[in-house]
């Protein structure tokens, strides 16, 4: 089965400034998807970005990137120029490519705190 | 509708009570799941549905955990004689296929008093 850990249980960060998300998962599988969610207090998990394992460049979303390092098994979420709206619980999720037991796997969450 | 829709938002129930929770996935989207979400945790998955295919029960902690989807598209979340930790947020999240992003309602949040 695979697992999804993060092991930043809360990071703060300036706002403007820059925070990195650390993200670690384990499984088999060569082909797989990688995300990272946000919960804001409204509970709505928002899709912030996608990465597909058999791509090599990094996803990037505006001020939102990921460093996947697939022989590592890493994913980690930078946001630039944070902004106080980034103020969030931030989820990393697998899933496997496979049609077969193709739910979301998630990680335990890190709380971000953007300070003014 | 434009996104996922779960009812109630809220939910206050007595212990040993029965509760059904809905949820209505984006209109044409087959895969559907449900997870829970106790206090300052993480998501914990349910159950996964997709097309016509048996459903992905391996997540539901116990037998009075139990969920159906009818004609592809509403499904409910029962849960018979509840328990305190019971309580928790009930996330439901659907998708187009097997293989695309997974959009997420608004959750119900459960308490068993």
């Known amino acids: 089965a695979q697992t999804v850990t993060q092991s930043q249980p809360e990071m703060s960060v300036q706002e403007a400034e820059t925070v990195t998300l650390s993200c670690t998962y384990d499984t088999s599988e060569s082909d797989y998807y990688l995300f990272w969610y946000k919960q804001p207090p409204s509970r709505q998990m928002i899709l912030v970005i996608r990465q597909e394992a058999y791509k090599q460049q990094n996803a990037t979303e505006n001020r939102f990137s990921v460093n996947f390092q697939k022989a590592a098994k890493s994913f980690s979420l930078k946001i630039s120029d944070s902004q106080l709206g980034d103020a969030a619980m931030y989820f990393c999720a697998y899933r496997s490519a496979q049609a077969a037991g193709n739910k979301l796997t998630f990680g335990g969450g890190t709380r971000v705190l953007v300070k003014p | 509708g434009a996104g996922v829709s779960q009812s109630p938002s809220n939910k206050v129930t007595e212990k040993g009570k029965d509760v059904e929770l809905r949820c209505d996935p984006i209109s044409g989207h087959t895969a559907l799941y449900w997870y829970r979400q106790s206090l300052g945790q993480g998501l914990e998955f349910l159950i996964y549905?997709?097309?016509?295919?048996?459903?992905?029960k391996s997540g539901l902690p116990s037998d009075r955990f139990s969920a159906e989807r009818t004609g592809g598209s509403v499904s409910t979340l029962t849960i018979q004689r509840t328990q305190q930790e019971d309580s928790a947020v009930y996330l439901c999240a659907s998708s187009l296929g097997w293989a695309t992003e997974a959009f997420f309602g608004q959750g119900t949040r459960l308490t068993v008093v």
């Open positions: 549905f997709q097309g016509n295919s048996a459903p992905d």
